[in-house]
């Protein structure tokens, strides 16, 4: 993100024209998810899956570590539960997983890189052992040598099966992939004689092109959560000791902006598809290891209105030269437009110390840095999964800044969408000509951006960082 001239006032206009002037994306979607009273303690806790649950280690590190920051945040226990320890590339630790306010990530699990789904209960495929190197003997066998059962327990996968075949010639029939699902279920259950709550997670979108079962990817994987969320909720995989439970984890996921191969989530995907496993295990959203306040709660407020109105807000208190903490919470609803693509209201922001952070919010996305695939935090660039969320109430949108932490709290711009952290230590243009941007500017980003909207409330505390509060 290069940032030129001042960032306030008329020159901040262009300045906002040259940050988000990027090929502006076709922008996507969102949907709400229930979720329980949030639990104390998860228990043992057993994750069932296939490479996006064991994960390679050097791409990504599994929604798992993502989903362990919420429990941190909330200050909810859990033990993981497997017979796998070690990534996919073979190491049980990865940079990618550091340390977090001084807690360490246990990487166990039952995911099985390049697995399908009646593998896991045989532990082998076509009589011969799938992946040299991972443990082998079945889902029963695994579960004999834990020590303990399982007092939650969660299931995400499928899009191996979806995708096998020659030909165009599927080998997997959907009915075929959800038997077996159903027997993992099974087997769960009966390997936890004391009772378990299984949750059942849809398959992830898959972005690529074409499979070799001929199957469309995204309709392949529609038409099985679909079937799939029907069978859970019948109540026919229920037991007399287990309830399990389906939940739709893919709001604000794009399949090609949050993974690295079209598949395979990357940090951002992990984040966004954790905060929806999160609500539906009654989960609090994450903190990032900050105090609450709501919006009524913060100390300062600014002129709201109309979104295509430009708005300066500086942080009245607070030393410029020196970076230090903020926040700023926005409460936008934008209109739907002819032209989704033009319709993006900026946010500039910055900490006083020389840093300043660009949020683009349109119609189905929010970035940071510029309205493009690779800067997308929230939502869908694919035509096929647009959703226009911002048109379809009031969302609250909050930046705060905070500096590098002892306890492992990275130091950077977070970002929330309501209560859900989207943006993480994300970090902002660093030019000398920024040094003065010690405050925020709001309204349209220049050229041919024009938001159309209305902004109902924008509160702020100009030195103090907090999360928000559900």
């Known amino acids: 993100m290069k940032f030129s001239g001042a960032p306030f006032g008329t020159k901040g206009k262009s ?5 988000f002037a990027l090929a502006a994306a076709a922008l996507g979607g969102v949907s709400a998810s229930a979720a329980a009273d949030a639990p104390a303690n998860l228990g043992d806790v057993l994750f ?58 246990d990487n166990t699990n039952e995911g099985h890189f390049g697995w399908d789904v009646a593998w896991v209960v045989s532990g082998e495929a076509q009589g011969k052992r799938p992946n040299t190197g991972q443990n082998t003997g079945g889902l029963a066998a695994w579960m004999s040598k834990y020590g303990r059962a399982p007092k939650t327990a969660t299931l995400l996968m499928g899009v191996n099966d979806l995708s096998r075949g020659n030909g165009g010639k599927p080998q997997y029939s959907a009915e075929t992939v959800l038997a077996n ?28 092109a074409s499979w070799g079962s001929g199957r ?26 287990s309830k399990v439970f389906y939940h739709d984890v893919t709001a604000g996921f794009d399949p090609v902006a949050h993974t ?55 942080w009245k208190g607070a030393k410029n030269g020196a970076a230090h903490e903020f926040t700023l919470a ?20 910055g900490n006083g110390g020389g840093e300043t952070g660009a949020l683009c919010v349109g ?24 959703d226009k969320f911002m048109t379809k109430g009031k969302k609250t949108l909050r930046v705060a800044w905070i500096a590098e932490r002892k306890n492992g709290a990275a130091g950077g711009f977070y970002v929330w969408l309501d209560d859900v952290l989207i943006g993480e230590a994300l970090r902002g243009n660093a030019d000398a000509a920024d040094k003065c941007a010690n405050g925020a500017l709001v309204g349209p980003v220049g050229g041919d951006f024009a938001p159309a909207g209305e902004i109902s409330e924008i509160a702020y505390d100009p030195a103090k960082a907090w999360a928000p509060k559900p």
């Open 181 to 208: 699902a159903k027997n993992v279920v099974r087997t769960i259950q009966e390997k936890s004689p004391r009772g378990v709550t299984v949750h059942v997670f849809s398959v992830l979108p898959s972005g690529q």
């Open 363 to 386: 119609e189905s996305g929010v970035f940071w840095g510029g309205v493009a695939p690779a800067n997308l935090l929230y939502g869908q660039t694919n035509d096929a999964y647009k």
């Open 216 to 241: 469309s990817p995204r309709a392949a994987v529609a038409e099985y959560d679909a079937m799939l969320k029907r069978d859970v909720e019948s109540g026919a995989w229920n037991s007399k000791k």
């Open 260 to 314: 690295y191969d079209n598949l395979h989530p990357k940090a951002q995907g992990e984040r966004v598809v954790a905060a929806n496993m999160a609500r539906a295990l009654g989960l609090d959203q994450r903190t990032a290891g900050l105090a609450r306040r709501g919006n009524a709660e913060l100390p300062a407020r600014a002129t709201p209105g109309k979104a295509s109105a430009e708005r300066r807000v500086e």
């Open 15 to 19: 300045l906002l024209a040259g940050a």
């Open 48 to 105: 069932v899956g296939d490479s996006i649950t064991q994960a390679d280690g050097r791409n990504a590190v599994s929604y798992r570590y993502a989903l362990w920051k919420h429990c941190v945040d909330s200050g909810v226990a859990y033990s993981p539960l497997g017979s796998m320890k070690i990534f996919q590339g073979g190491s049980t630790t990865s940079p990618l997983a550091p340390d977090y306010l001084g807690k360490k990530f």
């Open 330 to 349: 926005l409460t936008v609803k934008l209109n739907a437009s002819k032209k989704p693509a033009k319709n993006v209201l900026g946010v500039l922001v």
